[in-house]
């Protein structure tokens, strides 16, 4: 049988139909197994090659560097949004150190020619635990994406073959090298052409990412009581504006009886922190503990939710990671249910 390409196009829509209907909202952290790999001990919760997940919108890992260690060295494009969980320590960012600790968030900036970073444990005796999320844009842009994926160098922890991939990443460098300094001067103050306002919110973007925030501390932003619950915004699209990457909410939730219940576009993450509860999406509850992933769907009409603690008088705690260019290509809209038992604003 010739199928045509729309035939083609709505059986891949069938089959994602049938794998999303059958996968689980919440990745246990138990079940996944560490695996030792060049770039270090990790946990893999969402990756490219994630089959059954109810949406592939995001790469989610967790990665654990012992006492005194590192990861591996590796050059990408950026992008990626760490928190850390437990420990203290710095990650080299392009030759600057940036240092942090647990309850930090630590972002690679996003530059053209890319940033190569390493993590550092500096704690003589405790692990360091981070998680990373950044978008998947595996299929679309490559998993290059535009400045290239080269590792660097092995984390001590992994003990099979490695050849490392620095003469390939110095050979771009030289062929980019030879390309740079042809560029002629455009005044960009007043501009006067759309090419040109387009010319300077490019070098507008570009200036924030190497000058804004790199590291969000959790004493830098407030909680609020909201309709929600408690949040606190590390990273906000809309409101703040002082960090290298500018297209994420990502924010913590303390939890400490229920949340208010609201309904909106899924295809976000919520990393379970601390402590245990359960969600209840349309009128589906799952259970969820410390070290869970909990996905929500992208379906017609978004999803019903609300989060109930289960941890004694101890709040639980988790963190959401949204990135918003998604959300607006979903529509996203945002209707309050219920509001938070605590919230006592208008
Ligand atoms: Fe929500």
Redesign the pocket.
């Known amino acids: 049988m010739a199928d045509t390409v729309w035939q083609q196009l709505i059986a891949l829509r069938d089959r994602q139909r049938a794998l999303r209907a059958e996968s689980p909202f919440v990745v246990r952290g138990a079940d996944l197994p560490w695996e030792t790999n060049p770039q270090g001990v990790m946990k893999w919760y969402l990756h490219p090659a994630t089959e059954r997940s109810c949406h592939k919108a995001l790469i989610f890992s967790v990665q654990k560097i012992p006492p005194r260690s590192q990861s591996g060295k590796q050059h990408c494009q950026g992008g990626v949004v760490h928190y850390v969980m437990e420990g203290k320590g710095r990650t080299i960012i392009n030759d600057a150190a940036y240092e942090w600790e647990a309850g930090d968030v630590v972002q690679l900036p996003l530059l053209p020619e890319g940033v190569t970073y390493q993590h550092f444990n500096d704690d003589p005796s405790r692990d360091a635990v981070l998680t990373a999320c950044l978008p998947n844009f595996s299929e679309p842009l490559g998993i290059d994406r535009g400045a290239g994926l080269f590792q660097l160098e092995a984390a001590p922890q992994f003990s099979g073959a490695f050849e490392s991939e620095a003469d390939d990443l110095a050979a771009l460098r030289a062929r980019l090298a030879a390309e740079s300094g042809k560029a002629i001067e455009v005044k960009v103050d007043a501009p006067q052409t759309t090419y040109d306002r387009n010319y300077a919110r490019t070098q507008e973007i570009q200036q924030r990412s190497r000058t804004g925030k790199v590291v969000v501390r959790r004493a830098d932003r407030k909680e609020e009581m909201t309709r ?1 619950g408690r949040l606190r915004y590390y990273l906000n699209r809309t409101v703040l504006h002082d960090t290298v990457l500018k297209d994420w909410n990502v924010f913590t939730h303390e939890l400490r009886t229920r949340s208010g219940k ?1 309904r ?1 576009q899924g295809g976000l993450v919520i990393y379970v922190i601390e402590g245990k509860g359960y969600t209840v999406c349309d009128g589906q509850r799952l259970d969820w503990e410390r070290g869970d992933l909990i996905l ?1 769907p992208i379906q017609p009409g978004g999803v019903e ?1 609300q989060h109930f603690n289960l941890n004694g008088d101890t709040p639980s705690f988790w963190m959401a990671y949204i990135y918003k260019p998604f959300h607006d290509e979903v529509a996203h809209g945002m209707e309050q249910r219920e509001d938070a038992p605590e919230f006592k604003g208008e």
Request: hydrophobic share 20%.
């Open positions: 929600q609201h909106h929500l939710h």
